[in-house]
T-cell receptor, first 113, second 111 residues
Framework: DVKVTQSSRYLVKRTGEKVFLECVQDMDHENMFWYRQDPGLGLRLIYFSYDVKMKEKGDIPEGYSVSREKKERFSLILESASTNQTSMYLC????????????FGQGTRLTVV | KNEVEQSPQNLTAQEGEFITINCSYSVGISALHWLQQHPGGGIVSLFMLSSGKKKHGRLIATINIQEKHSSLHITASHPRDSAVYICAAPGSGAGSYQLTFGKGTKLSVIP
């Protein structure tokens, strides 16, 4: 069974803090993705990575950065958290682009106060 | 970029009813995803299909590539089917890595 694990289910951070969200997958997938999900807006892609050390911006990369130093781990970084980054964050992985099944983590609900 | 539209946004059904959720997309694709999200957040992949029909238990997904339309059916619905159902379509070319998601259909099945 493919497993995608996010480091936290719930996080509360203060405005201006640097925030790290971690995601680990155990199936040797090439592609990993970070999304945020907001009511009425659905899932939106922040960044994705198709290989170690490779990254591409998604639709809403502003205020975020990512790191993929190892194949199994993909980190999302909020450089200076702001209240408009309060959201549900979901990590996903897939074997090959968007044409193979996507596996999602359980989500991290981040609140920035 | 693919535009993905789902309908209805909200659906309330009595236990046992047959349910249909629709999904339309704007750019031709070779595969479409149906996902399920229960309260609490985790998303599970239900189907990925490129033609015809797939069935898993009481869930059936169909796709018409020419019409750029897919449907998810639930037979004999049950309260445990209550969830948000999301369809997603890949982009093309440089956007192939990306899935574009519909806004989801929130299903509530009442006993």
């Amino acid at each position: 069974d493919v497993k995608v694990t996010q480091s936290s289910r719930y996080l509360v951070k203060r405005t201006g803090e640097k925030v790290f969200l971690e995601c680990v997958q155990d199936m040797d997938h090439e592609n990993m993705f970070w999304y945020r999900q907001d009511p009425g807006l659905g899932l939106r892609l922040i960044y994705f990575s198709y290989d170690v050390k490779m990254k591409e911006k998604g639709d809403i990369p502003e205020g975020y950065s990512v790191s993929r130093e190892k194949k199994e781990r993909f980190s999302l970084i909020l450089e200076s958290a702001s209240t408009n980054q309060t959201s549900m964050y979901l990590c996903a992985s897939s074997l090959w682009m968007s044409y193979t099944e996507a596996f999602f983590g359980q989500g991290t609900r981040l609140t920035v106060v | 970029k693919n535009e993905v539209e789902q309908s209805p946004q909200n659906l309330t059904a009595q236990e046992g009813e047959f349910i249909t959720i629709n999904c339309s997309y704007s750019v031709g694709i070779s595969a479409l995803h149906w996902l399920q999200q229960h309260p609490g957040g985790g998303i599970v992949s239900l189907f990925m299909l490129s033609s015809g029909k797939k069935k898993h238990g009481r869930l059936i997904a169909t796709i018409n590539i020419q019409e750029k339309h897919s449907s998810l059916h639930i037979t004999a619905s049950h309260p445990r089917d209550s969830a948000v159902y999301i369809c997603a379509a890949p982009g093309s070319g440089a956007g192939s890595y990306q899935l574009t998601f519909g806004k989801g259909t929130k299903l509530s099945v009442i006993p």
